[in-house]
């Protein structure tokens, strides 16, 4: 196990569990319990956890995992529902893309396309993610145009006046989100209300509406609405999706497509 890999586990295991004790990680993880120390040490060094006497526990209940480190949770699912969206757009479209990991996915099964290898444009992409725009702005058959705005560096989403003003401006054919909650009943919501703001007017300047969410993250409230889950014309999930929660997105108008 690699000293990333070391990491990443025991950040799952701190937000899984709240805190974590030195011994219980060491024996989880295989190794000793100086090399524990000695991780957490470095990781509360970056401010991803608060240390205590016998082990670390979370900075506190709005805790948040910088993207880099939730790049390989449910990466299977994510694989194949990025692939199953990047299918639904057309050549030519302009497309928008708020930040996370799935759309992050979208956006590496959209530049791997071979019809999209070329073009004048062969897409145009509208993100307010940093990190969406550094990976395909190197693509010269692609526009990419991106929002304005205050960087947070959890998610490399921009937000705030300057990204909503720019958006104001523009027509998108399709939107595709990223979630932290996609609810029959309450719909489509983040856990920060600026990243709300934002999500929110893209969706309202799009044709289509689609959200990228593997189904840990369906029949969940988060704190920030997006949009109503009649504003949804597509959900792409994958098959854990429980039949009684499809439904009720069914019911309520959401093409359902599980992968």
């Known amino acids: 196990m690699t000293r990333k890999e070391r990491w990443q586990r025991l950040l799952d295991l701190l937000v899984e569990r709240g805190e974590l004790e030195v011994e219980p990680a060491a024996e989880a993880l295989g190794v000793s319990a100086a090399t524990i120390r000695r991780d957490l040490d470095q990781l509360a060094e970056q401010q991803l956890l608060v240390r205590t006497r016998g082990g670390a526990v979370l900075h506190g209940v709005s805790y948040e995992l910088p993207l880099r ?21 057309s050549p030519g479209e302009v497309i928008g893309l708020t930040g996370g990991t799935t759309t992050t996915e979208v956006a590496r099964a959209l530049a791997g396309r071979p019809d999209l290898a070329q073009g004048s444009p062969a897409l145009t992409v509208v993100t307010n993610a940093l990190n969406i725009a550094g990976e395909l702005v190197i693509r010269p058959q692609f526009k990419i145009v991106l929002t304005g705005g205050v960087a947070r560096p959890q998610s490399y989403e921009l937000t705030g006046p300057l990204a909503e003003q720019v958006l104001a401006q523009l027509a998108v054919d399709t939107a595709v989100l990223g979630v932290d909650g996609f609810d029959p009943q309450d719909g489509a919501a983040t856990r920060h209300e600026d990243e709300a703001a934002v999500n929110r007017l893209l969706c309202e300047r799009a044709r289509r509406v689609v959200v990228a969410a593997d189904s840990s993250k369906l029949g969940v409230r988060a704190f920030a609405r997006i949009c109503a889950t009649s504003a949804v014309d597509v959900l792409v999930t994958d098959t854990g999706l429980a039949p009684a929660v499809a439904g009720a997105f069914t019911a309520a108008g959401v093409e359902v497509v599980t992968v």
């Open 69 to 89: 480190y939730r790049t390989s949770r449910r990466a299977a699912e994510k694989s194949r529902i990025s692939e199953a969206v990047a299918a639904l757009v």
